[in-house]
């Protein structure tokens, strides 16, 4: 379940995929063969196991209807392996908008209210103060490891990943990679949360008290490692529904074959829940032809937060965007009445993000940006003050701090990067190089090298609209400009004045950048 993988060349992967196969096929094609078939077995496996009748957790009042089943359509099947993209799910005939594709009854699904019937698992942690999340981390566990084939949810379990793609699992090495983009932040805060919810579960005390559960050799299926990768499983393909209810206003569920979706942006399934029958509906919102996979949109967000969620980077991303923040100084006078204007106007720092953009200017942005860098008079005049949170231009002078801030916004994101962007497509070049003998790289490294790669460009394009949304003013203001707000870095102002620096990020090398160092 993810979206397209970056290829390498594909002449040089298929010379080298090609030598490969007949290196080995003599002596492992059966194998080959006998793990594809294997695959679809398990596929197969799965489809059967979500529509075969499993016992309802209230059929001891209700022993006339005992048993509930998935109702998935016929032409639903899962892809062993779909398109540069692992397993999926499609439809073997056309599906019409609205459609139901299938009905998943609670039963089938791994959430809470699957956890609190585990009677034994449930009188050890659902009292104790843990996480929502982490307890349903410890219920995945102790299906996948601690029951493993005996587990009513096997057929389903086996088939999850084993690898945390995620940023989350990466090593500093692999991280490393991404030194300077906000991923390598957002996955350090996220790895310190899952520590917290693991360490407050306390699994050395649980295996104390419910040796049953937690003790013994089960301790081996409750370790940090086993509890991150059940977190990434619930965070990469749990749902949250919406049960309109006051008590418990949404679910979040682990629900078979869905959880299977790759992401497309205009993928069309709609999970709805449906209280009364407790099951999980999953509707087709729009057409889909037969033989194709039926996609479903994971959100709108920069492919920064796919890799770090997912562990995959969308082929093509409309959100595509590098985020980034203002705020006013603390040295300034002016700060209260800043921020309050700031707030009032849906600008405020503190409660969102702005983004640079691959293609156009934010104006929520340049807005902001204006507002912090208003003088004492531009503040008291209302027009002023109107034109500013509009993001239109105040005065000469507000347009010169509002530049010189944001360049240095964009030239402080691209200085935080090991690389730049003309090394980056300088080691492209060498791995597309059939000629060259260099290891075709991994795929956590080609992901960093097309997400840095990206966020480069976007900036870099963010200092082009910029200089065109606000031309060269009068030498002599920019002069003052820097003197007035960036002292004690005047040079390096001047320089993201006159785009300089900018230019040479696009262009420079590795060897070049050495020789100036040095």
């Not at 002023?384 to 993001?391: E, N």
Request: net charge negative.
């Amino acid at each position: 379940r993810r979206g397209a993988m970056p290829r390498a060349r594909d002449a040089r992967a298929r010379v080298r995929a090609l030598f490969l196969a007949c290196v080995v096929l003599a002596t492992r094609g059966a194998r080959a063969s006998d793990a594809k078939a294997d695959a679809r077995g398990r596929a197969l496996a799965l489809e059967r196991w979500a529509r075969t009748p499993t016992r309802r957790w209230d059929a001891a009042a209700r022993e006339e209807d005992a048993t509930t089943a998935a109702r998935v359509s016929e032409s639903i099947r899962i892809v062993a392996e779909a398109r540069g993209a692992g397993r999926g799910v499609a439809t073997t005939r056309n599906v019409s908008a609205g459609e139901l594709l299938a009905e998943v009854p609670l039963e089938k699904c791994l959430c809470a209210a699957s956890a609190r019937m585990d009677a034994r698992l449930w009188r050890a942690i659902g009292a104790s103060g843990a996480s929502g999340d982490a307890i349903l981390a410890a219920h995945v566990l102790r299906e996948a490891f601690d029951a493993g084939s005996k587990s009513a949810y096997w057929p389903w379990l086996r088939l999850l990943p084993r690898d945390v793609d995620s940023t989350v699992g990466w090593n500093e090495d692999e991280l490393s990679e991404l030194s300077g983009s906000n991923v390598v932040v957002f996955t350090r805060a996220i790895k310190a949360q899952w520590r917290m919810e693991y360490d407050a579960l306390d699994v050395p005390t649980l295996g104390e008290k419910f040796p049953d559960v937690f003790g013994g050799e089960r301790a081996a299926h409750y370790t940090f490692d086993k509890f991150t990768w059940a977190r990434f499983i619930i965070w990469s393909r749990a749902i949250d529904l919406s049960t309109e209810s006051a008590e418990a206003p949404t679910i979040r569920v682990l629900v078979p074959l869905l959880d299977m979706a790759n992401h497309a942006p205009g993928g069309k399934l709609r999970p709805e829940w449906d209280a009364r029958s407790n099951v999980v509906k999953v509707y087709a919102a729009s057409a889909f032809r037969e033989h194709t996979e039926l996609r479903f949109n994971y959100d709108t967000k920069p492919s920064q937060y796919f890799l770090l969620q997912y562990g995959f980077i969308p082929e093509t991303n409309p959100a595509e965007c590098v985020e980034a923040t203002v705020r006013v100084s603390d040295h300034d006078s002016l700060r209260d009445a800043k921020e309050e204007l700031l707030r009032l106007h849906g600008l405020d720092p503190k409660k969102r993000n702005f983004e640079w953009k691959p293609r156009s200017i934010d104006y929520d942005l340049l807005a902001a940006t204006r507002v912090i860098t208003m003088d004492e008079a531009e503040m008291s005049d209302a027009t002023s003050l109107t034109l500013a949170v509009s993001g239109a231009s105040v005065s000469a002078k507000n347009d010169a701090r509002t530049k010189a801030v944001l360049l240095k916004s964009l030239a402080s994101f691209l200085e935080s990067y090991t690389t730049t962007l003309a090394e980056d497509n300088e080691y492209v070049a060498r791995v597309d190089d059939e000629s060259n003998d260099e290891p075709l790289p991994g795929k956590r490294k080609r992901f960093a090298v097309l997400l840095r790669m990206r966020e480069k460009q976007i900036l870099l394009a963010s200092a082009d609209a910029l200089f065109k949304e606000l031309p060269d003013e009068d030498q002599e203001l920019v002069k003052s400009t820097c003197e007035e707000i960036f002292m004690n870095e005047f040079d390096a102002c001047m320089t993201r004045a006159n785009g300089t620096v900018f230019a040479s990020y696009e262009k420079k090398t590795e060897e070049e950048r050495v020789d100036e160092s040095s």
